[in-house]
């Protein structure tokens, strides 16, 4: 499994972009990048993925860089309700998913 | 189109007795998958059920157990509880030969 990389903690003020990094520089050719969260004591909710090209859906944008090794979650409007821990997760077969330590966003008014 | 399910929401027991938690998965779902999630621990994988089959197993020892039964639905049993057992038990489903998981909302078992 590739190892990713996230900032452990992360603030944004309601309303705003929130942009949330990952690094996964031994990510593999056939490893999808993707993103969850979890919000106290629930469980994991998927948002998006991807594998080379941008994608958006009517939660977040992930943009990924052309060599791979890094990715960026947009919330484009960040509401008190998008408060969680955010976890990158390169995966490429339907078998396990192996999360970090993920990224504490805290939204504030 | 309902979501994962668990039973029961919350489950006590003692230390030396059996827990059993149950899933279903999303309709149309086949592969089930059990996380366990200790107190200010990460999500750890335990095991991966399809077609009734378990087809990969996290580092836990056998006494975390399981089974999926024909209509998909899956059982995990630990036995012999221990108190670091105590954890939040999430399942997941996902579509044959999709990476993308859904989660339920958990099983927190408490072992005293």
């Known amino acids: 499994d590739a190892k990713t990389t996230q900032p452990t903690s992360m603030d944004c003020a309601e309303g705003r972009a929130a942009n949330l990094p990952c690094n996964h520089s031994t990510i593999s050719g056939n490893e999808y990048v993707y993103w969850y969260r979890q919000i106290h004591s629930q469980g994991p909710q998927y948002i998006i993925h991807g594998l080379k090209n941008n994608e958006t859906n009517e939660m977040a944008s992930l943009i990924i860089t052309e060599d791979r090794k890094s990715s960026t979650l947009i919330l484009p409007h960040a509401t008190l309700r998008d408060t969680a821990v955010y976890y990158c997760?390169?995966?490429?077969?339907?078998?396990?998913?192996?999360f970090g330590t993920g990224t504490r966003l805290q939204v504030t008014l | 189109e309902a979501g994962v399910t668990q039973s029961p929401t919350h489950l006590i027991k003692t230390r030396g007795q059996q827990a059993t938690l149950r899933c279903s998965p999303i309709s149309g779902h086949t592969s089930v998958y059990w996380y366990q999630q200790a107190l200010g621990l990460g999500l750890q994988f335990l095991l991966w059920?399809?077609?009734?089959?378990?087809?990969n197993r996290g580092n836990f020892p056998p006494r975390f157990s399981g089974r999926q039964f024909p209509n998909y639905s899956s059982e995990l049993n630990v036995n012999a509880l221990e108190l670091e057992d105590s954890a939040l038990y999430l399942c997941a489903s996902s579509i044959p030969g999709k990476e993308t998981q859904y989660f339920g909302p958990g099983t927190r078992l408490l072992v005293l």
């Open positions: 997760i390169p995966t490429g077969t339907a078998s396990k998913l192996t």
């Open positions: 059920y399809d077609e009734g089959e378990e087809r």
